[in-house]
């Protein structure tokens, strides 16, 4: 089988990788979950968008990574490379890869979920999703904008603080965005600013994109003052970056709700989805109503 002359010659894989994900040659197939030296393929579609590519992935032997540590090998081009889960810029430049990671094999739940709990609560308060123009914060290549188009949104501006992204994007969803910033939001350039301010945000989105070295408090709240009052803030964030003593987040996020910046309307603990081994990773998803500038604690 293929993948015996692959991840095996791989010198960083004390034990063989299973590979789990790929497009089989003859067009999307079914999962199969065998294990060992089998090889497991994968449908690259997701959502209303198929990626069309044709990339295989192999997870490392199931011992537990912690998330920030996670990686996987894929074979790109004709050789195997190692990938950590954090390395967006080089998941971005391979068409699929993405998508074969985190929703095919991983099955990332995230933005559908949290798209549906928005449009949940948007029906609850008699609002049209078509009266929102809205900042979707670590866009990526465009998982969550696609959702939102969806859902029938007046406008969708991505940002990323990488322009591989953006770059993915494009190539990937290139009607989605109605434009889409590669910016730091906590320290935004007076120009950045006012084309942002400009936009007149209605909502904010960010999902699958905060803590772990990702978007810290202080651009969240930079995208989140950029909405006006009254706007939607959908969100998602892991348990311990919520409830954890010392996070930033959990700071941040329990101090507006106390002082009433932040009105929850819904938080919904799911999975977010799996880890490398198998085992469910937990995400709290967020929809509130912005009541005031967010403020990031000393
Ligand atoms: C896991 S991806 C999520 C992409 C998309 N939201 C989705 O659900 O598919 C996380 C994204 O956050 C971006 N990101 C990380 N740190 C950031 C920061 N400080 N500001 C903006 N984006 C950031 C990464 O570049 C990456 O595109």
């Known amino acids: 089988m293929e993948w015996r002359d692959g991840p095996a010659t791989v010198g960083f894989a004390p034990v063989a990788p299973r590979i789990v994900g790929g497009l089989c040659a003859d067009g999307p197939c079914q999962v199969a979950s065998e294990e060992g030296n089998g090889a497991i393929r994968t449908t690259l579609s997701h959502g209303s968008t198929a990626i069309d590519t044709d990339v295989e992935i192999a997870l490392p032997p199931k011992d537990r990574l912690e998330q920030d540590d996670e990686w996987c090998v894929a074979h790109v081009d004709g050789e195997w490379r ?45 609002l049209r999703a078509s009266d929102l123009r809205v900042l979707d914060l670590g866009a990526g290549n465009g998982i969550m904008g696609q959702e939102l188009v969806d859902l029938g949104v007046a406008s969708v501006v991505g940002a990323d603080i990488i322009p591989e992204a953006r770059d993915a994007a ?18 935004l350039a007076d120009d950045e600013r006012r084309q942002l301010a400009d936009e007149r945000f209605t909502a904010l989105t960010c999902v699958a994109a905060l803590g772990f070295g990702d978007i810290p408090p202080e651009a969240f709240a930079g995208a989140f003052n950029l909405v006006g009052d009254g706007g939607w803030i959908a969100f998602n964030i892991k348990d311990e970056f919520l409830n954890g003593e010392g996070s930033g987040f959990s700071r941040l996020i329990h101090r507006a709700i106390e002082e009433g910046t932040l009105e929850v309307r819904s938080n919904e603990r799911y999975r977010h989805r799996d880890a490398t081994n198998g085992d469910p990773i937990h995400y709290h998803a967020i929809v509130a109503v912005k009541r005031g500038e967010l403020q990031v604690a000393d």
């Open 82 to 126: 190692q990938v950590r889960f954090h390395d967006y810029d080089r998941i971005f430049e391979v068409e699929g890869l993405y998508e074969c990671i985190f929703y095919d094999v991983l099955r990332c739940a995230s933005p559908a979920f949290v798209r549906g709990e928005l449009e949940r609560e948007l029906a609850g308060a008699g």
């Open 170 to 187: 494009m190539r990937d969803r290139p009607d989605v965005y109605d434009g889409y910033h590669v910016v730091d939001m906590s320290d």
